[in-house]
């Protein structure tokens, strides 16, 4: 099936998410032994780029992967197994409020601080009266179907926080929960009440006093506290698009049609969209074919023609005719005059 994109942002262009964010659904999926290549296929996206914390997909894209790992694993409540399961000392929105925070309001506010630089699709608040508190995430563009299975991992890694920090004194009849499909959870989940919302988001709301309740250090004690990614969302629409691109190079070989669909516009909007910029999408894919190919001149010993058609062109000689034509060198000259420069640095 094709992606289904959600509205476009007019400033960046797209609202965008992590791609490594997806990492627990992946471990998932491999401690189950489920193949997965099929989902980053139907998006055009390369497995390994989830290992790359610069990577950055459209948040649908990611809406899509999530359903379709729920797919090939054949369990409509994987969302909320991954969830249920996620560790919160590796996961990027939640390294600092697990190194740093000393009760539940602390860890939910510095959450709702870091969580926006690893997404630019949702936004989250915690919000409380004398006596309710809500914990809220809203999406910052209407989607064109239901995140289901995002949803369910969204109210379940809550739920779990929350029922931690409360301990034995954790009460569901105090707890509800909306979320925009009831269908991916389980029946009787926590014994809390679930209610079907919008597709806007998550709420939990629970009583305001739980803000108070110290997280317990030991909850976190055999877990590793990772690295936070310090990679920038991007800030405009040409950051996002080159970020997009240089992800999976294969998608620079798709066509304008297949790029413009990915951030939910017609092959128009986009053109006039990079007309507006003062480029076009050609001058894009090969601004990204050069630096490739400039990277591996430099840095390795792989034949002309090996870079030339790894960088989208169908002869050495065509090949050879861009690369002059962009830097005023040939492949071979280019090549000796780095290697040269990197000696020199050397001694």
């Not at 000393?102 to 630089?117: N, P």
Request: positive net charge; hydrophobic residues 40%; proline residues 4%.
């Amino acid at each position: 099936h094709n992606v289904i994109s959600g509205q476009v942002d007019s400033e960046v262009g797209v609202s965008l998410v992590r791609l490594g964010l997806f990492r627990p659904f992946i471990r998932e999926l491999e401690r189950r032994r489920v193949n997965y290549d099929a989902i980053f296929e139907n998006c055009n996206i390369s497995p390994t780029a989830v290992r790359d914390d610069s990577s950055f997909v459209p948040a649908p894209v990611m809406y899509r992967l999530v359903e379709d790992a729920a797919h090939v694993a054949q369990d409509p409540f994987l969302g909320v197994i991954v969830g249920e399961s996620l560790n919160f000392a590796a996961w990027s929105p939640f390294i600092d409020a697990v190194a740093y925070s000393r009760c539940l309001a602390d860890f939910l506010l510095r959450f709702v601080i870091s969580a926006k630089s690893d997404a630019s699709s949702v936004k989250y608040s915690l919000e409380s009266s004398e006596t309710i508190a809500t914990f809220r995430q809203r999406r910052t563009h209407r989607p064109r179907f239901q995140p289901r299975q995002v949803d369910g991992f969204t109210m379940a890694y809550t739920l779990k926080l929350i029922s931690l920090a409360r301990g034995e004194q954790w009460n569901p009849e105090e707890v509800s929960v909306s979320v925009c499909s009831t269908d991916v959870i389980p029946s009787g989940y926590r014994k809390v009440q679930v209610t079907q919302g919008d597709r806007m988001g998550v709420a939990v709301q629970f009583p305001a006093e739980w803000l108070l309740n110290e997280l317990d250090r030991a909850l976190f004690a055999e877990t590793i506290r990772a690295d936070k990614p310090s990679a920038q969302l991007p800030s405009s629409f040409l950051d996002t698009l080159r970020s997009t691109l240089k992800m999976n190079f294969s998608l620079c070989d798709a066509n304008v049609d297949a790029v413009a669909r990915l951030y939910g516009m017609s092959r128009q909007s986009l053109q006039r969209k990079l007309r507006s910029e003062g480029t076009t999408f050609s001058a894009e894919i090969a601004a990204i074919r050069l630096e490739r190919a400039s990277d591996l001149l430099r840095s390795s010993n792989n034949l002309i023609s090996d870079i030339a058609f790894s960088t989208g062109f169908d002869s050495a000689a065509n090949f050879s005719r861009a690369f002059k034509s962009w830097t005023g060198q040939s492949p071979m000259a280019f090549r000796k005059a780095s290697k040269a420069t990197a000696a020199n640095r050397r001694t």
